[in-house]
């Protein structure tokens, strides 16, 4: 069995960061600042973003996953990702975090953020090759069973907003 990083391509790995950053930037700024971004040298345990409020002791790790608006599922109508099982350990302070982003706009288009313990209750074995898959319709209206995750990008800030005081309220 290889490892995914082997798997992947350099230009899908240069746009999978690129989306990291993306997240993290339009975080920063929809909150004027409120919400600061940290990465990881290295995303053993994936952990992609972790993010914390200014004033805030509560922090919420986040794994990022994205899909490009022009490919192939997304263009059917499906978002789909996988989740290694070796580096997926859910605890209340690490959230999934699906996202389609528009490469040539350079904007996020969608987004689905998940806690982990939803999403291990929700997917909760992996696939033959050690994979949690997340699978989503892509349509707006649609009435899957993560649709009560889906958030418009003008949502996403307020919504990691809200995890991290319900993190807060959990230390106090």
Known sequence: MTDDYLDKSPDAARMGKAAEYLVAASAILATRGQLNVSTSLVDDDGVDLV????????????????????GVLVQSGRVQANVREATFRPRRDLDMLFVVVDPVEGRIVTAWLVPSGEFARLVPTPNGKGRRVFSASAKPDTADRWRGFRLTPADLAGRLLDRLAQLDRLRA
């Open 51 to 70: 993010f914390h409020r200014r004033g805030h002791t509560a922090t919420l790790a986040v794994q990022v996953k994205s899909r490009m608006a022009d």
